[in-house]
Structure formats: C-alpha cells, structure tokens
C-alpha cells in the first residue's frame, strides 16, 4: 500500500513534475544564486556571509513557495501524509531512520568547539539554518514529492526528489570553486541525506519533522565548520564523523537506507497489484 495524502480535493492547480522543478529552480535562485552574491560581500567575515546568504534570500523564497502551495489547493499534501506505521504492512524497522538521522547531529555536539563560537555567529546560525530546513524540506519533500507523486509510485518520488536535492547544492559547491572530487562527494553525501529526509517525512507523517531534523543537522554542520556558507558547511570525503555515536549511527542510517530502497520498491510492486486486482 503507497502513502496517500490526508487531503487530495480542493486544488486548484493539479500537481505536475515540472511544476515542482520549476519551484526548485526558483528557491535556487535565491537561495544560491542571491544567496552567493549577498554573501560575496562580507568578504572573510563568516558571520556576516551567513547573515547577508540566508536571512535576506531564503525569507523571500519560502514566502513565495508558500503562497503557491495556498493558492494551489496543495496545503494538506504537502504538510502532512499517512504515517508508513498506519499502512500495511507497517514496517516499523523504518522508524529508526529518522532516529539515526537524529542521533548523527547529537553525536557531533558533544565534539562541536562551541566555546571557540562567538555568541552572535551561533544565534544567526540558527535562525538561518531553521529557515534553510523549512526552505528546502518544503520545496523538496514538499511542492516536489506532491508533483511527482501525483503520477508515479514512491520509488520515483524517492530518487527524483533525492537526486533533486543533491543537484540542487552544486551550484553553491561550484560559486565557491570546490575541486570535482569534492563536489562529487557532496552530491552523493546528499543523495543519501535526500532518502533520509524522504523517509522522515513519511514515518512521521508530517513534514515539519524532517524541517527540524534537517535544520539541526545544518545548524551543528555550519557551527562545527564555523562556515558562512554551504560549500564549507558539507562534509568532505576525508571528514572525521567525530563521535562514536555519530560514526555508528552513519554506518546504520546507510545499512537502514539501503534496505530502505528495496522496501519502497516491494511497496510499488504491492500497490500496482492492487490495482490489477481490482
């Protein structure tokens, strides 16, 4: 059995996948296209390139996909969804991908130099990364997931919504002149951070989860890495998890995540012979 929304009548727009590339395209835009420019000018003041990349470009951005989601009739598909553990069968062995996802950040605080942090770098931060979790969890696993969904099953929803947002960072990466190795790291990093997210949203059902999760796990990134942008934020092939917890939950998010894959692709399976037996 598919995940269903709670809500699928009152749309005034029905959804389509290039409606929802099209609204990634224009967050990125903003969020990297503006956001890189505006931060250009802080010069090496990391600080001041998070304040003037994020608290200035992402408000515009989300406000505006807000506005469609209203105006589009997608306000219910898009927040919120059937929990997998109310479907059949329940799969419960997935809820311990948003723990893991969970534990990863918790982990890095305990090696984070938070005293080495100035108190304003670490407020700014925080607001900044709470309004890039809410951004791209609600253009990615929101506008996005709703326009694919509507006519594909969940293993296309899963892989195109997590290759859209791994590709989505790459003009971030290449603004700052990152080397392709790098890059090619970050894409896959957040490849597997895209299925994460994917699947956080549909255990728990509601989507404001993976925008927490997904902006704990930036805030303690860009804290730790004392970045003022994202290229310096993602980890790199030769980064140090840091923590055994961390280490740990990283290797079993990646095993949990694999299995993961089979499990929505035996999902569609189910559903398409559900359909034909009716």
């Known amino acids: 059995m598919t995940a269903t929304p709670e809500r699928t009548d009152g749309r005034r727009l029905r959804p389509r996948i290039w409606i929802g590339l099209v609204a990634l395209v224009v967050y990125i835009l903003f969020a990297a296209g503006l956001g890189n420019v505006l931060g250009g000018l802080a010069g090496d003041d990391a600080t001041a390139e998070f304040a003037l990349s994020h608290l200035i470009p992402l408000p515009i951005a989300i406000g505006l996909a807000l506005l469609f989601v209203r105006w589009a009739g997608w306000w219910g598909p898009v927040w919120r969804e059937t929990p997998t553990v109310r479907l059949n069968p329940r799969r419960w062995w997935l ?4 723990m893991f996802a969970l534990l990863i950040p918790l982990g890095q605080v305990f090696t984070t130099p938070w005293a080495d942090r100035a108190v304003s770098f670490i407020l700014i ?17 929101g506008i996005l997931l709703v326009s694919v969904r509507e ?8 892989l195109v919504t997590a290759v859209a947002f791994a590709l989505a960072h790459v003009y971030s990466s290449i603004w700052h002149r990152l080397p392709p190795a790098a890059i090619a790291f970050q894409v896959s990093f957040l490849a597997l951070s895209g299925i994460t997210f994917y699947w956080v949203r549909r255990v728990s059902g509601r989507l404001w989860v993976a925008v927490l999760i997904h902006a704990f796990t930036d805030f303690v990134l860009y ?24 280490a740990i939950a990283q290797i079993l998010l990646m095993a949990v995540v694999l299995a993961s894959v089979v499990s929505v692709i035996r999902e569609d399976l189910r ?6 037996s009716v």
Do not use: K, M, Q, Y
């Open 95 to 98: 809820v311990s991908i948003p």
């Open 125 to 141: 931060v925080a607001v900044g990364t709470l309004l890039v979790g809410l951004g791209e969890e609600l253009v990615c696993r």
């Open 151 to 158: 006519r594909h099953g969940e293993f296309v929803t899963l």
């Open 223 to 246: 804290v730790g890495a004392e970045a003022g942008n994202p290229a310096e934020a993602l980890p790199e092939a030769s980064s140090d998890p840091g923590n055994p917890v961390s």
């Open 271 to 276: 559903t398409r012979r559900a359909a034909r």
